[in-house]
């Protein structure tokens, strides 16, 4: 098994998980517990196995978000609901919606947990702050939201590693989305709008990149392409400490699939998206 099984592992993992940020009904929820707005539930929900986190504790681990966006949403939104009523909130809506899509989820969550709990025993914590916070959150006793929660947990070791590897090779939260953007030929507009990024601020970005002939005129050049190879190379090198030593992982995958793929034809998810998921 190479490292190209913990992609694949995330590909299936990000649709359970992101119906917290896209479906109706998780949006719905985030607004009944007093969160105003859909980036203050979105900051929120993510941020609160911090507890009360504050803003640069969420511009830290988020990292390719605008501080100013950060700051619009944290801390006020402890001032309407409190980081333990957010943590029930999001498990028990994504449950619902999960339960709603897929009618056998709770024989997908019977037969996938205790591989997906030992992966996350088995990963390593040090330098990932989002999965040690999610990790370290008490097991819901409902099964599906505990596969939520498992599903959460391990997308947010990788993106911690995804992180650390775009900061050793100095690229900044707006050069991470320049870069995708270059690669893939959505709109500049898009993701500014998605991560509050200002025309200047793309503008200063696009700028550094070029010199360091990593784009041009016409999209990513040669040394751009070989460095976001090695940014998504080396992530998956590092989700895959997850995976390598729990000998039941592959199946689990197979299981997990079609509920993955569920999502994905529901719509609950929109593609394109800001996490640069897709359905395949």
Known sequence: MDSSFARTMWRTLE???AIT?????????NKAVGLRGFWMGY???RSAPFGAAGPNLVEATFY?????MIRRAIPDAWTFATPEAVLETRRTAAASVLRSITPDIETVAATTLPTLHAAIESAAAPGRALFAANRDLPAPADPVEA????????????GDGHVACLLAEGIDGCEAHVLFA???????????????????DWASAQSRLRSRDLISDTGLTDAGRELRAHIESRTDALAMTAYESV???ADALAVLTPAAK???????VPYPNPMGADPA
Request: aromatic share 14%; with cysteine.
């Open 15 to 17: 649709p359970l998980h």
């Open 21 to 29: 940020y896209f479906s109706p009904e998780c949006v719905a929820a």
């Open 43 to 45: 900051f929120a929900t």
């Open 64 to 68: 390719n978000f605008h501080p100013s």
């Open 147 to 158: 596969l939520w929660q498992a599903a959460t947990t391990l997308r947010e070791h990788r």
């Open 182 to 200: 270059a690669h893939t030929g959505t709109p500049a507009d898009w993701w500014q709008a998605n991560r509050g990024w200002t025309e200047s």
């Open 247 to 249: 000998p039941a992982i």
């Open 262 to 268: 569920a999502v994905a034809r529901s719509g609950a």
